[in-house]
């Protein structure tokens, strides 16, 4: 049985989903079910649900937001998988672990691999990395996969805010010199899953891994492709401007290169996300469809 921390937000949501679908058995926890920063909390869950894996998919993930609660960004994002690392090791549990590309500073020209070295810009980044760190210090026996520019049909995400704004605005501006592979989280869910799977065989599949969308956009690109997906459904055009970073100030700082090199993941586990574009178009379909409106 697959054990699911987090699973309130919009990745737990779907590897439920995916789970209920391929007829898995998983049970999900919520963060108001159990912090995992309390080790008595992660204790007594582990004890009560004798799980074969954990997958920890709960995050602080307001990146802006960090820059001014630094202390509850580190609670959940360092503090909780070292809590989660350690109830792991007393209970020979192996430990699948999600982070971010913002762990990274973006000034590296191509891809970046699992063996580049990390240089998080802000506060964000930061307690993704010490959590990741707190993981390989206290488990050997972790799966640590990062990702990037997440979104779905779960949840609060940038997909389902330009939907919105595309109904609201006349005209929409977005950042178009930062570089990433958005990441659906059904893709996500299928590859967390797959790595579970391999645990449960034995594999000792153990280490850090990329996985991201396949292709690269920039957040400008992301947003035109999820308008021109929503046209037909909506019948609404709304044009979409480039512009610089610096045209877009905020508080937290964004890796200007945040490409991920997913081929080792692919290589090891069988699983390759689908074409960014792919997905983004499937992703609006989902959310649209619904509706009653026809392409």
């Given amino acids: 049985m697959i054990l699911v921390f987090g699973s309130g937000g919009q990745l737990g949501q779907e ?15 919520t963060r108001a079910q159990v912090d995992i920063a309390n080790p008595s909390q992660v204790e007594n ?6 799980p074969s894996v954990i997958i920890n998919a709960g995050a602080y993930t307001k990146v802006d937001r960090a820059e001014a609660e630094p ?38 020209p191509g891809t970046y691999r699992e063996s580049d070295p990390i240089a998080p810009l802000g506060v964000y980044g930061r307690s993704k990395a010490a959590g990741e760190h707190a993981i390989r210090e206290i488990l050997s026996e972790h799966v640590i996969v990062r990702t990037s520019w997440v979104y779905g049909v779960y949840g609060a ?5 330009i939907l919105r704004l595309a109904g609201e605005r006349e005209e929409l501006r977005i950042v178009a010199d930062q570089r990433g592979c958005p990441t659906s989280t059904a893709d996500l869910a299928e590859a967390l899953l797959a790595v579970a799977q391999a645990l449960g065989k034995g594999r000792a599949v153990f280490g850090t891994y990329h996985f991201a969308g396949s292709g690269a956009t920039t957040w400008h690109g992301f947003a035109q492709r999820i308008v021109a997906a929503q046209q037909p459904f909506t019948g609404r055009f709304v044009p979409v401007l480039p512009i610089r970073t ?16 997913s081929s080792r993941f692919s290589e090891t586990f069988g699983y390759t996300a689908r074409p960014w574009a792919d997905a983004v178009d499937h992703a609006v379909e989902q959310l649209l469809a619904p509706l009653g409106t026809t392409p």
Wanted: glycine letters at 8%.
């Fill in 157 to 161: 995400n940038f997909l389902k805010t």
């Fill in 71 to 108: 202390a509850e960004a580190m609670q959940a994002n360092a503090t909780g998988p070292g809590v989660l690392a350690k109830a792991c090791a007393a209970a020979g549990l192996p430990l699948i672990h999600v982070s971010t590309d913002y762990v990274f500073d973006g000034s590296q």
């Fill in 246 to 261: 610096d045209e877009y100030p905020t508080p937290a700082q964004r890796p200007a290169n945040s490409e991920l090199d």
């Fill in 15 to 29: 590897l439920a989903a995916l789970a209920r679908q391929r007829g898995l058995a998983l049970r999900g926890l």
């Fill in 45 to 50: 869950a582990l004890a009560e649900a004798r």
